[in-house]
């Protein structure tokens, strides 16, 4: 059971906005490098974001997304605003424990821990 979660996908409209949370049952998040992956149909996994001692995005999402550690809540959120119907796709989480200085990068064979995904739609 993962024990990762990810919420907040949905539908939107191209130009829309969308913020996704990642949770993690029994970890706390600051110790851990999250990464964000997304899966379009037909299509490879590919990194967007990550997060630990820096943050690093895919090209063609920055300067429209913004990946942050939300401290109260305990989570890792995405916030995704000018959504093009390119960034459809199954979003998931992953994280790895993260010692003192990691820097991440986008390498999914680098996160031990993946939520099962969830669901952004992009279309007019």
């Known amino acids: 059971q993962s024990q990762f979660v990810e919420s907040g996908g949905g539908s939107v409209q191209p130009g829309g906005s969308l913020r996704l949370s990642c949770a993690a049952s029994?970890?706390?998040?600051?110790?851990?490098?999250i990464g964000w992956f997304r899966q379009a149909p037909g299509k490879d996994r590919e990194g967007v974001s990550c997060?630990?001692?820096?943050?690093y995005y895919k090209a063609a999402v920055k300067g429209r997304f913004t990946i942050s550690r939300d401290n109260a809540n305990d989570t890792v959120d995405l916030l995704m605003n000018g959504l093009e119907p390119e960034d459809t796709g199954v979003y998931y989480c992953?994280?790895?424990?993260?010692?003192?200085?990691?820097?991440?990068?986008?390498?999914?064979?680098?996160?031990?821990?993946w939520g099962q995904g969830t669901q952004v739609t992009v279309s007019s």
């Open positions: 997060i630990s001692g820096n943050t």
């Open positions: 029994g970890f706390n998040l600051d110790y851990f490098a």
């Open positions: 992953a994280g790895r424990a993260a010692p003192p200085g990691y820097m991440c990068y986008l390498n999914a064979g680098e996160y031990d821990y």
